[in-house]
């Protein structure tokens, strides 16, 4: 029998490529979509064609703040492996929204731990679990950071992803879970949801370019992070569940650049000095600015042998050139309209 996979936050970014990545290797996954008025899942929509009696991947109502949904998802699907990527991931967001984001990162995660449990009490099957942590738990913590870095959050996000990190690490040491923490760095790709900094700066950079746009407004330049490729960090995610016994990895590239070195890159690609179009605004710099983040991927290098392939300048490419392609198909429907 195929191995089965449910996934939270299937929509976004992590959420298909893993689930892309899982059906190649003949999984059957499933993913919890929250319930709304507008469809959100063009990120997977070439993953759900109507295929019948093929189908591999379906999707279910539910939500993390919602223990109740959590268990009858498990009860409906029987998973051996849980990967819980769904969350309000926007760090500078979580200043405005804090409750909500302690709501769907901390007591969310806390939910889905315990329906687990719950569920394991009654079946006797043990599920792996996959906790998708994230650098910021770092904070202002000296560069670079590895599993043995002291946590330094910054941000509402930053506590409470440091509260679900503590929580699947008790979980694992009380109740004998297979639950793994993957502390994963900024990872980015064309599936980058259009208000993080690198998507921001690669589609504005190719509207500007065909004159779609005229200005780009930014925060912090100096910001320094390790940028990877999204799709190769999912791997590193399924690794951590195929392991004898759980453990926890920072998965990073190991090599830092700022803000500014994005821009000069994504604009450049397009024959564009970033400096005529750019204009710093106040309200996008955070209340409590994180310097550094860069990772230290020894242990991953070692017990997994996962490292990341593609560096900044390859990955910055990728995404100009997809921008490149949405902001040209944008131009011609304008000009059709026109």
Same mark, same amino acid.
């Given at each position: 029998?195929?191995?089965?996979?449910?996934?939270?936050?299937?929509?976004?970014?992590?959420?298909?490529?893993?689930?892309?990545?899982?059906?190649?290797?003949?999984?059957?996954?499933?993913?919890?979509?929250?319930?709304?008025?507008?469809?959100?899942?063009?990120?997977?929509?070439?993953?759900?064609?109507?295929?019948?009696?093929?189908?591999?991947?379906?999707?279910?109502?539910?939500?993390?703040?919602?223990?109740?949904? #959590?268990? =009858?998802?498990? !009860?409906?699907?029987?998973?051996? +492996?849980? /990967?819980? *990527?769904? @969350?309000?991931?926007?760090?500078?967001?979580?200043?405005?929204?804090?409750?909500?984001?302690?709501?769907?990162?901390?007591?969310?995660?806390?939910?889905?731990?315990?329906?687990?449990?719950?569920?394991?009490?009654?079946?006797?099957?043990?599920?792996?679990?996959?906790?998708?942590?994230?650098?910021?738990?770092?904070?202002?913590?000296?560069?670079?950071?590895?599993?043995?870095?002291?946590?330094?959050?910054?941000?509402?996000?930053?506590?409470?992803? #440091?509260? =679900?990190?503590? !929580?699947?690490?008790?979980?694992? +040491?009380? /109740?004998? *879970?297979? @639950?793994?923490?993957?502390?994963?760095?900024?990872?980015?790709?064309?599936?980058?949801?259009?208000?993080?900094?690198?998507?921001?700066?690669?589609?504005?950079?190719?509207?500007?370019?065909?004159?779609?746009?005229?200005?780009?407004?930014?925060?912090?330049?100096?910001?320094?992070?390790?940028?990877?490729?999204?799709?190769?960090?999912?791997?590193?995610?399924?690794?951590?569940?195929?392991?004898?016994?759980?453990?926890?990895?920072?998965?990073?590239?190991?090599?830092?650049?700022?803000?500014?070195?994005?821009?000069?890159?994504?604009?450049?690609?397009?024959?564009?000095?970033?400096?005529?179009?750019?204009?710093?605004?106040?309200?996008?710099?955070?209340?409590?600015?994180?310097?550094?983040?860069?990772?230290?991927?020894?242990?991953?290098?070692?017990?997994?042998?996962?490292?990341?392939?593609?560096?900044?300048?390859?990955?910055?490419?990728?995404?100009?050139?997809?921008?490149?392609?949405?902001?040209?198909?944008?131009?011609?429907?304008?000009?059709?309209?026109?």
């Amino acid at each position: 029998m195929p191995k089965v996979a449910l996934i939270t936050g299937i929509t976004g970014q992590d959420g298909s490529y893993l689930a892309e990545l899982l059906l190649g290797y003949g999984y059957v996954v499933h993913g919890i979509v929250r319930r709304s008025s507008s469809f959100n899942t063009d990120r997977i929509d070439h993953l759900l064609e109507d295929k019948h009696d093929d189908a591999k991947l379906y999707l279910h109502y539910g939500d993390l703040t919602d223990h109740g949904s #959590l268990l =009858a998802v498990l !009860n409906n699907t029987e998973p051996d +492996e849980v /990967y819980n *990527l769904g @969350a309000q991931s926007h760090v500078r967001v979580s200043f405005e929204i804090p409750i909500y984001t302690a709501e769907t990162v901390a007591i969310g995660t806390l939910n889905l731990l315990e329906a687990i449990r719950d569920y394991r009490n009654r079946t006797k099957k043990e599920i792996r679990y996959y906790q998708a942590s994230s650098s910021e738990l770092f904070g202002r913590a000296p560069a670079p950071q590895s599993e043995r870095t002291p946590f330094r959050p910054c941000s509402p996000y930053a506590c409470a992803k #440091l509260d =679900a990190y503590w !929580n699947v690490v008790n979980y694992r +040491e009380g /109740y004998g *879970l297979f @639950a793994c923490n993957g502390i994963l760095f900024n990872h980015e790709s064309p599936r980058r949801g259009e208000t993080f900094v690198t998507r921001k700066i690669t589609r504005a950079a190719t509207r500007i370019k065909l004159g779609l746009q005229d200005k780009l407004y930014l925060g912090n330049l100096n910001a320094r992070r390790d940028w990877g490729y999204a799709k190769e960090y999912v791997f590193a995610m399924w690794q951590m569940l195929q392991l004898d016994e759980p453990e926890d990895f920072v998965i990073a590239t190991g090599r830092c650049c700022t803000v500014e070195d994005w821009l000069v890159a994504a604009f450049a690609s397009l024959g564009m000095s970033w400096r005529e179009h750019v204009e710093i605004d106040e309200r996008y710099i955070r209340p409590v600015e994180v310097n550094e983040l860069r990772g230290d991927v020894g242990k991953a290098l070692a017990q997994l042998a996962w490292h990341a392939s593609t560096d900044m300048g390859g990955l910055c490419k990728l995404m100009v050139e997809a921008d490149l392609r949405l902001a040209e198909r944008e131009k011609a429907l304008a000009t059709v309209a026109a």
